[in-house]
């Protein structure tokens, strides 16, 4: 059977250049970073993870040592938001966010109410978009910490990056951005948008899974989540994942100026073939630039776990707003903060894409959404004028 991955904001294929990359840190140079003052394996180590620690610091505008490789954006999210409250905890007691993050952010955060902080979850619109106005009247003097997504994981929003860290840098309030999504697909500058964290991961841009970074601009605290070392310039304890961290540096090497425009173009032949053969399809996100990889649709009258079973059997890999996130049939959080009704949320598919998708696929994916749509749609007894 055809195979169809759309399912690229979950994560990416590994390139196989980047597992060629990684091979040799596994049979050959296998020694940790830290043995570099024992012996020259050790060294050879340290300048493969100094090298990767350039890269990525380059692609973001950072300086060597802001940049901590963990295991993923999920705990870049964690060490960030409780690291920052843990460390600020004498100075304030209050955490802004938005009622969209990432469950690693929105369950960071919901731990640290439970531990006394106070909460402002900021609302978004219809599209998705926090307002900068409501940020700022939600700052007071006990708000330590700002944590608002680069974009978002369902829908492709897009947050005013730059207004936020203005806003924040003014009320010198830190400022935190989950950017696991954007990273790669967007440019990031931690300067000029004043970004005090920043996390990122590496199996998102086709590299491998369990690696990830989070930026701390020079002159932030945060407590530590993990001891027993001096790791990562004591900030992150525990052997370096050294395969991973230069896995990671390739597939940031490997980002080509090329991939985003042709990536929109498969997002947009799509849309474009969705909505011309089939009514009642609604976007749910924004008309304006959102993040190219990210496309997701409500398709009125029918659930959405029919369709992506349907699909399934086509050999295509969505998935719904419903069940995929919350593993209930809840609809999920984020499209009920946009304002989409459960109906609506119930019938939404995001579709997401990368670099190894063909404009064959994304024909043949138009053809299978418009037989299942249609089908699904002549036996819902909800679809009117049948
Ligand atoms: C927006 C966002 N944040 C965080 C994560 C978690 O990243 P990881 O799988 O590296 O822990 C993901 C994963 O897809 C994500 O989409």
Do not use: W
């Amino acid at each position: 059977m055809k195979r169809v991955y759309l399912d690229n904001a979950a994560t990416t294929l590994c390139d196989k250049r980047v597992v060629d990359a990684m091979i040799p840190f596994y049979t050959d140079k296998y020694a940790v970073a830290s043995s570099q003052f024992s012996h020259s394996p050790g060294i050879e180590s340290k300048e493969a993870l100094d090298k990767a620690r350039e890269t990525i610091a380059n692609k973001i505008g950072a300086k060597l040592e802001e940049v901590i490789f963990t295991s993923g954006a999920t705990e870049s999210n964690n060490m960030a938001i409780k690291g920052v409250a843990q460390a600020n905890r004498t100075k304030g007691n209050h955490i802004i966010t938005s009622s969209v993050e990432h469950r690693s952010v929105r369950e960071a955060i919901e731990s640290l109410e439970k531990e006394g902080f106070r909460v402002t979850k900021l609302p978004v619109s219809n599209e998705g978009f926090i307002s900068v106005d409501d940020l700022k009247e939600s700052i007071r003097k006990e708000t330590i910490l700002v944590s608002i997504q680069y974009a978002n994981q369902e829908t492709g929003t897009i947050q005013d990056i730059a207004s936020i860290g203005s806003v924040c840098n003014e009320k010198s309030v830190i400022f935190h951005t989950d950017a696991a999504l954007s990273f790669g697909r967007l440019p990031i500058d931690v300067k000029k948008e004043h970004i005090d964290l920043l996390s990122i991961t590496a199996h998102l841009i086709h590299g491998p899974k369990g690696v990830g970074v989070l930026y701390i601009r020079d002159g932030i605290e945060i407590v530590k989540c993990m001891y027993g070392g001096f790791n990562e310039f004591n900030k992150r304890a525990g052997t370096e994942n050294i395969p991973g961290i230069v896995g990671f540096a390739k597939a940031v090497e490997l980002i080509g100026p090329e991939e985003i425009k042709y990536i929109k173009k498969l997002k947009k032949r799509l849309y474009d073939g969705i909505t011309k053969r089939l009514d009642a399809v609604q976007l749910n996100g924004t008309q304006k630039e959102s993040l190219p990889t990210i496309l997701n649709l409500t398709f009125r009258f029918v659930e959405g776990e029919s369709v992506i079973l349907h699909l399934d059997m086509k050999g295509i890999a969505v998935i719904t707003g419903s069940a995929c996130f919350s593993r209930s049939l809840e609809p999920s959080y984020v499209l009920k903060a946009m304002g989409l009704s459960h109906e609506e949320a119930h019938g939404s598919i995001r579709f997401s894409f990368s670099r190894f998708n063909t404009e064959e696929e994304i024909d043949y994916t138009i053809d299978a959404v418009y037989d299942v749509v249609k089908k699904l749609r002549e036996i819902s007894p909800i679809t009117p004028n049948k």
